[in-house]
């Protein structure tokens, strides 16, 4: 059973940095034909791709988030950590991981539930 | 950066059938994805790869892309199918893209 969880802040400050992590289970990191996207949704709104990691370490951003995203992995605690520098009012949003696989053309096949990040001071 | 236009709102009788489209510079030559979203809920893959229904998606649901334009078929629509549904591209010279989601309203 593929399942994956978000984890973090429930209320971070501006100017500060969000650290989210994603944990995975049902299936492995290392695996050569799966990766991991982190995606978000500000309430009301649409959803936005934020980055993605590949089993070989192959990274991906958004081009107008990159200069504040970084992602990474620790196949062996199947995590994947995204951190978010500078956090704006704006950047509240639920915050997912979703995982990609290559037998269904890299669509997001599984998702995890969410988490809330709400920037306030 | 790459771009997809999908209309705010869709709305179809109970019973009929709903299209909701996704526009974008030469989209078929690219995989499309859809999801649906309801209210409180993470989003659910259910069309992969333009036409593809993942198991435990109804028949109902169907996909096509051709030219500018993919499109989402839902057939017999019901109550139940009533929420925002986006499509999303990747490759490797779009990265990943999601359009802005259309809000499907079953009358």
């Known amino acids: 059973q593929v399942t994956l969880k978000e984890s973090g802040p429930v209320l971070v400050k501006p100017t500060e940095t969000l650290t989210l992590t994603c944990t995975v289970s049902?299936?492995?990191?290392?695996?050569?034909?799966?990766?991991v996207s982190w995606i978000r949704q500000p309430p009301g709104k649409a959803l936005e791709w934020l980055a993605h990691?590949?089993?070989?370490?192959?990274?991906s951003y958004s081009t107008s988030l990159k200069s504040r995203l970084t992602i990474s992995k620790d196949t062996s605690k199947s995590q994947v950590v995204l951190t978010m520098t500078n956090m704006d009012p704006v950047d509240t949003a639920t915050y997912y991981c979703?995982?990609?696989?290559?037998?269904?053309?890299?669509?997001?096949?599984?998702w995890g539930q969410g988490t809330l990040v709400t920037v306030s001071s | 950066s790459y771009e997809l236009t999908q209309p705010l709102s869709v709305s179809v009788a109970l019973g009929q059938t709903a299209r909701i489209t996704c526009g974008g510079n030469n989209i078929g030559s690219k995989n499309v994805h859809w999801y649906q979203q309801k209210p409180g809920q993470a989003p659910v893959l259910v069309i992969y790869?333009?036409?593809n229904r993942p198991s435990g998606i109804p028949e109902r649901f169907s996909g096509s892309n051709s030219g500018n334009t993919a499109t989402l078929t839902i057939s017999r629509a019901q109550a139940g199918d009533e929420a925002d549904y986006y499509c999303?591209?990747?490759?490797?010279?779009?990265?990943?893209?999601f359009g802005g989601g259309t809000k499907l309203t079953v009358l």
């Open positions: 979703a995982r990609m696989d290559d037998s269904s053309g890299y669509s997001l096949d599984y």
């Open positions: 999303q591209v990747w490759d490797s010279s779009t990265a990943e893209v």
């Open positions: 790869r333009d036409s």
């Open positions: 049902g299936f492995s990191l290392s695996n050569a034909r799966m990766g």
């Open positions: 990691i590949f089993s070989n370490d192959e990274k």
